[in-house]
């Protein structure tokens, strides 16, 4: 890939309304990042937007000087260290920013997450538990925030541990695990998906999740709250076709009501290293397919017309809807569909959820 090249690709994930999904359309219908920018304008005024604010060269080129001062890299998604459990993951980032290791995510991966403000016993657990996997040649994956995060991390020390944070990658949140942190991106792998210089904000930590699931054959969940964010993980995980895990706890403590939750919906119960391993267990290399990593284009869609458009527009509300089913509703070809909601996305007026999930703003 050019150096131009990756400079468009960037861009375009930097530009605002085009996410992970509607990125690879880009990329599949048009064939490079470069063909795609050119084509971004009118795309967007056929969606309603007379302008689009695409991110600048300038920008992406000051972004890249600054990940090279910081020691770190990008990987895209197409590049042939991207992990390939989290490239066939739905809404997988398009480019990551790493320090460390990447061949550490060739590696059996196995995620942990749990409570912020896990017991002691949950932290001696997951130590305990990331330190056994590590040394059967698993690399831990996890999000660095604190208790049982953070026990999993310098449980798994010793071997391989990926830690995803949900800031830029020189940014250290919590504070107090900046040395940890630094640890993980010299010694072992630190994976970010925001720019540098982005603060952790709320919204980052839900699309750090669905990394930590993508990047891992199975998920362990570690004393958990009902509405946490590592039963998002675990959910996600679910929605990629990935093993959930979880451990149990007394139905006294409302840390383990997540968990618990998860063992009655039917995740797999752990309790040793081995019940983990058993559950992700390795599958049959026959059946194992590397996904494509180039971006052939596609067979272009006519485009619609404002009939057509405004049909698939008005079967759209503020109730997320499955874009199958706006294909059945509306009669329309698939691929045009999909070319409609491109456009409509660059235009902002409507948000992609998980599950190929389309509401209207």
Partial sequence: MTHAERIARLRLIRTPNIGPVSWRQLLQRFGSGEAALDALPDLALRGGRATLRIA???????????????????????????????????????????????????????AIVGARNASAIA?????????????RGVTVVSGLARGVDTAAHVGALGGATAGVIASGIDIAFPP?????????????????EQPPGTEPLARHFPARNRIIAGLAHGTVVIEAAPKSG???????????????????????????????????????????????????????TRMAREPRRDFVP????????????????????????????????????????????????????????AGARISLL
């Fill in 123 to 135: 932290c001696r657990f997951a130590r305990q538990l990331a330190a056994d996997l590590a040394a």
């Fill in 298 to 353: 596609a067979v272009a869609a006519e485009p619609m017309g404002d009939g057509d458009r405004d049909a698939v527009a008005g079967l759209l509300g503020p109730t997320p809807v499955a874009v199958d089913e706006l294909v059945r509703q509306s009669g329309r070809p698939a691929a045009a569909v999909q070319l409609v909601l491109l456009e409509l996305e660059l235009a902002g007026r409507i948000e992609r959820h």
């Fill in 230 to 284: 590592s039963l998002i993980t675990a959910r996600r995980a679910g929605d990629y076709g990935r093993e959930v895990m979880a451990v149990p706890g007394s139905p006294l403590d409302p840390r383990a009501q997540g968990c618990n939750l998860l063992i009655r919906e039917g995740a797999t119960l752990i309790q040793t290293v081995d019940d983990v391993l058993e559950a992700v267990g390795p599958i049959d």
């Fill in 176 to 192: 107090e695990n900046a040395a940890l942190q630094e640890k993980l991106a010299s010694d072992h792998l630190l994976i970010a």
């Fill in 56 to 110: 600048s060269a300038e920008a992406a080129e000051c972004e890249c000087d600054r990940v090279a001062e910081l020691g770190a890299r990008y990987l895209f998604i197409d590049d042939a260290d991207y992990s390939p459990l989290l490239r066939a993951a739905e809404g997988a980032p398009p480019v990551l920013i790493v320090r460390g290791d990447s061949a550490m995510l060739a590696r059996p991966c196995v």
